[in-house]
Each structure stands twice: as structure tokens, then as C-alpha cells.
């Protein structure tokens, strides 16, 4: 009987040893597992950080709300008189205007017609021709005629780089298929080719100093349609739409 007691005292002395060693194991392999848990989570939390940290560099600084920049105005014919000087006389008055900008000057009529008619005949002596220039040629003319040295042209730009360029608080000069402007002011149908000066923004409305009316001084467009609108002329002004994009900008 002893025996038998001494024998049933081991076997429950050998479950109460393998009990504990099998929940001392269990434990030991939750403990693995949480530790890997953990790991996972860190991992994947310097992950993410990284990533953060890449999109960051890449955010370009934040422009204004709106931008607005004191240009002197001019129409094309200060005085009215459309005739066919003034009629193709859009990126003189466009070149006038960003050039006594630079130089801190106002414009009245009577400068401006002068300044139109001067510059008028000086292409006509240098070039042979005034009318419908492209964006490189207005550019090279306001560094031979009014010293502009900082005049570059820029091509094949979005919508929002003219945003990005206005809030350097300088004005920009746009070649464009003038009758996508539908500007109500213009006579009807409006020019095929025309230029016209940027000088601000508010949100996606675009500010101009318009010389194809008498009201286009601040007048606003809004940005789809300028953007649309803008075409450096290809050399033929009923294929105006097919031109490059392209806006002379102040360095």
C-alpha cells in the first residue's frame, strides 16, 4: 500500500513538473512573439517617418493668396486712333509698360504715343517690319532699345508657374491668340494675334495692363482663359493657336 502511495506521489510530482515547464515555454514564446510585434511596429513607424521626410523635401515654398504689381498703363492708341500702326501696335505698348516699370516711371498719353511711334519706326529701320513679333524678337528689342538686360523668354509652362513668377513682384508679357481672351472690350471679332502685360493675381484670376482698350488697365481674366489663350505667334496669324507657349519674364 505504500508502494502504491510512494508510486501516485511521483506521477503527480512529474505532471506538476511538466505543467510548469510547458506554461514556463508558453510564456517564453509569447514573449518572443510581443518582441517581434514590437519590432514590426518601430519598423514600420521609421518607415512611415522616412517617407514623411521625402514628400517634405519635395513641397515647393507656398506662393501668396494674391500678388499685386503697379504697372504704368498705356493702351496701343493712346489718343484712340486705330489706325494700322495702332491696330498691330500691341506688343510696343506692352514693351513701353514693362520698361518704365523698370525703370520707375509714369506714362501719360502723350509719352506713350511718342514711345510707340519711336519704337515703331526704329523696327522699321532695324527690321524692315513692326508688326507680329514673337517673344525672343520683343525680348531682344527691349535690350537694344531700352537696355532691359534681364529679359528672358520661358517656354512650355503651367498654369501656376505664371503665379509662381508674378510673386517675384515683376511683371510678365504674354503673346496670345487675342479672340480665345473673349474680351467684351475689344472690337468684334477681336485680334487674332495680340500681347498684353500680367501684373498680379487674386486666387485663379489674372490681373492685366490690357492694351487693346482703354479699359484694360487692371482688367482681369481668369486663369484658364489666359493660360488657354497663350500662343507665341508662329508665323502665321490664322494658325495663331498652334504657337508655342511662351511669357517674356523679368530675371
Known amino acids: 500500500m505504500t508502494k502504491f502511495y510512494k508510486s501516485l506521489a511521483l506521477i503527480f510530482f512529474i505532471a506538476i513538473l511538466f505543467g510548469g515547464f510547458f506554461v514556463l ?35 515647393e515654398p507656398n506662393i501668396p493668396a494674391k ?27 506692352s514693351l513701353i509698360m514693362l520698361a518704365y516699370f523698370a525703370k520707375g516711371k509714369n506714362l501719360t498719353p502723350e509719352i506713350a504715343e511718342e514711345e510707340i511711334q519711336n519704337l515703331i519706326a526704329y523696327e522699321i529701320k532695324t527690321a524692315g517690319k513692326y508688326k507680329d513679333s ?13 537696355g532691359l538686360k534681364n529679359l528672358k523668354v520661358v517656354y512650355d509652362f503651367t498654369a501656376e508657374d505664371l503665379k509662381k513668377y508674378l510673386a517675384k513682384g515683376k511683371p510678365i508679357i504674354v503673346p496670345a491668340a487675342g479672340r480665345m481672351l473673349k474680351n467684351p472690350n475689344f472690337k468684334s471679332p477681336g485680334p487674332l494675334y495680340h500681347n498684353l502685360v500680367l501684373t498680379g493675381y487674386d486666387g485663379d484670376i489674372i490681373i492685366t495692363n490690357d ?18 489663350a497663350i500662343h507665341d505667334f508662329p508665323g502665321d496669324k490664322t494658325k495663331i493657336e498652334i504657337g508655342r507657349k511662351a511669357m517674356i519674364v523679368v530675371e
Not at 67 to 91: L, M, N, R
Open 25 to 59: 515555454f508558453n510564456r517564453k514564446k509569447q514573449v518572443a512573439v510581443e518582441k517581434n510585434k514590437i519590432k514590426i511596429v518601430e519598423e514600420k513607424k521609421l518607415a512611415i517617418l522616412s517617407e514623411d521626410k521625402v514628400e517634405e523635401s519635395n513641397i
Open 67 to 93: 500678388i499685386s504689381i503697379s504697372v504704368p498703363f498705356t493702351s496701343q492708341a493712346p489718343f484712340g486712333k486705330w489706325d494700322i500702326y495702332h491696330e498691330e501696335a500691341c506688343e510696343e505698348a
Open 134 to 146: 514673337v517673344a525672343q524678337e520683343l525680348a531682344d528689342l527691349g535690350e537694344k532699345y531700352y
Open 211 to 228: 492694351p487693346g482698350t482703354k479699359k484694360g488697365e487692371n482688367y482681369r481674366y481668369n486663369i484658364k482663359i489666359i493660360y488657354n
